[in-house]
């Protein structure tokens, strides 16, 4: 709220817009993606209980197993889509990826790195660590 003076009358304004009058915005969906290729083609990870494991523990407003039409988990062939008409976030898929990961016992073998690619921003890959071969003399 502002004030202004007009004349010697004090006038007060609404500096902020109802919803309704700055016109209806329409829904921004995000789509986020984990690319899961390297593991699955090893037979390491089945992309159907990770997805499983996904849509169980995403939390919406606070409570998991609320995902409603608000959040949506698709599979691929060997990527997670994750599909979210309110406000999400990409730091979340990843926690929850690490999660499953360590509760697979694979936190070892694999992480979880952001995509360098510009057009795909919102997307994590599941990459194996580099071990050093170590020549046995």
Do not use: W
């Not at 009058?21 to 690319?35: A, H, T, Y």
């Not at 997670?80 to 898929?93: E, P, Q």
Request: aromatic share 8%; charged share 35%; with cysteine.
């Amino acid at each position: 709220i502002s004030a202004c003076l007009v004349g010697s009358e004090m006038c007060i304004r609404d500096r902020y817009q109802t919803r309704q009058e700055k016109g209806s915005k329409e829904e921004e969906k995000s789509v986020f993606e984990i690319d899961c290729s390297l593991p699955v083609e090893d037979g390491v990870i089945v992309i159907k209980d990770f997805s499983k494991y996904l849509t169980e523990r995403i939390k919406v407003e606070g409570k998991t197993g609320n995902l409603n039409e608000n959040v949506s988990v698709t599979t691929d062939a060997s990527k997670i889509l994750v599909s979210a008409h309110i406000d999400f976030s990409k730091r979340y898929l990843k926690y929850l990826t690490k999660k499953y990961l360590k509760k697979m016992e694979l936190r070892e073998f694999l992480r979880v790195v952001a995509s360098n690619e510009k057009d795909k921003k919102n997307s994590y890959q599941l990459k194996y660590f580099k071990v050093p071969n170590e020549d046995e003399e």
